[in-house]
């Protein structure tokens, strides 16, 4: 299996700030690579796919980058409602597995 | 704009077999790979297995002895069967849309259901 590593696995920080969390795949995996949003309780919410492609509906604040083994997820400008637990994803081999998750909390 | 709803049991005991059912309301069926993704206490999500419209299917080798998914294309709704649970296995379990013939990614969930499994 595709091992995915998140880092940081917490960061604090501040409305407004800019912030990137990355995503480094153990094997090359293209750009099927893609980002999740997860609050307490709720399902996770598609936020990129393709590496870089923002999903309808999901504000341009998001933006995603990266191909082989290397991903970033960047927020530009955090929201109150961006505090949340964000989840990189493969689906390049089977079985697609996930990141272990990187939680943003309010500093 | 599809919406997937989900349900079945909550509580098992160790040794049974869960069942859960996902419906598919507001698009269409076909074209897509409907999965199971389950998601332990605090860790990240795990994906189990998919079937497609006409009940093509594709499992995790992790669960692939003891997962069975199945579709019933006239009603929207596919389902999973996972024999043999344990502590293990308590989790959140989600019902998700497969999307993407080139980049695939889970773009529509299902509300999650809550599994336990205590003696």
């Known amino acids: 299996d595709i091992q995915m590593t998140q880092s940081p696995s917490s960061l604090s920080a501040s409305v407004g700030d800019r912030v990137t969390i990355t995503c480094r795949a153990s094997?090359?995996?293209?750009?099927?690579l893609n980002w999740y949003q997860q609050k307490p309780g709720r399902a996770p919410r598609l936020l990129i796919y393709?590496?870089?492609s923002l999903q309808s509906g999901v504000p341009s604040r998001f933006s995603g980058s990266g191909s082989g083994t290397y991903f970033t997820l960047t927020i530009s400008s955090l929201q109150p409602e961006d505090f949340a637990t964000y989840y990189c994803?493969?689906?390049?081999?089977?079985?697609?597995?996930f990141g272990q998750g990187t939680k943003l909390e309010i500093k | 704009q599809v919406r997937l709803q989900q349900w079945g049991a909550g509580l098992l005991k160790p040794s049974e077999t869960l069942s859960l059912t996902c419906a598919v309301y507001?698009?269409?069926?076909?074209?897509?790979?409907w999965s199971w993704i389950r998601q332990p206490p605090g860790k990240e999500p795990e994906w189990i297995g998919e079937?497609?419209?006409?009940?093509?299917?594709n499992y995790n080798p992790s669960f692939k002895s003891r997962a069975a998914l199945s579709v019933d294309a006239s009603k929207n709704q596919f389902s999973l069967k996972l024999t043999s649970m344990t502590a293990a296995d308590t989790g959140v379990y989600y019902c998700?849309?497969?999307?993407?013939?080139?980049?695939?990614?889970?773009?529509?969930w299902g509300q999650g259901t809550l599994v336990t499994v205590s003696s």
């Open positions: 094997q090359s995996i293209s750009s099927y």
């Open positions: 998700g849309r497969y999307t993407g013939y080139t980049y695939g990614y889970f773009d529509s």
């Open positions: 507001g698009g269409s069926f076909s074209g897509y790979y």
């Open positions: 393709a590496a870089s």
């Open positions: 079937s497609n419209h006409s009940g093509g299917t």
């Open positions: 994803h493969q689906s390049s081999s089977t079985p697609d597995t």
